[in-house]
């Protein structure tokens, strides 16, 4: 890439031109793939209340939360994702979406009562400044349920090239780097849980230590709260 390597213009265009192969497959995914769980477990920890959905692409994991009674605001860089977001959009369900950087995003202070950040933040240039914006969207008190890629989400296929000194749009990180993070820029860590590969029985993990049960982990869940 070029020396005027733009992080923003790159990220966009690189999710524009993935937003049919992300919205032929992401039902599957939130219904009964890898992130099946997740809802599941917004719900033990978060009431319903207007709620921001951060990188939200075609806006199926939005439409899940506002079914569970959430008013939902999904927010996305790609606008070809935010399209078939609107989509989504019915009178039966209290749901919008608006194109914004989750580094800059387009909302009042503490506007929101909690959120949602599924394998988004790592699309940020500088994930620090990410993790600010959302605490300065939410209501204090108010609680994030983040998920991040974990150690055996393999190939990597979109940080590698960062090895050959090439610019990349993803900033990998494993799960204790970013409580680390969470923990340094005002959040509580309020609760974890652990997305594995098919294979990996519950019983197999149960009895390891946290830093291990992450270091297995296809995803790792946080749920992050406001101080």
Known sequence: MSET???????????????DMWGAKSRMMWEEGSRSSIIPFVKKHMAAGDTVDFGCGDGYGSYLLSLEGCNVTGVDLSKDMVDKANKRISSDVPLRFVQGDLTCLPFQDEQFDGGMAINSLEWTEVPAAGLKEMKRVLKTGGRLCIGLLGPTAMPRVNSYRRLYGEKVICNTMMPWELQ???????????????????????????TLDEDLKQSLTFMWLFILEKK
């Open 180 to 206: 680390k993070l969470a923990v340094e820029n005002g959040w509580e860590v309020i609760d974890g849980e652990g997305v594995y590969k098919r294979g990996v029985e519950p019983h197999l993990i149960d």
């Open 5 to 19: 390597f733009n992080w923003h213009k790159e990220a966009e265009r690189q999710w524009d031109s993935r937003s």
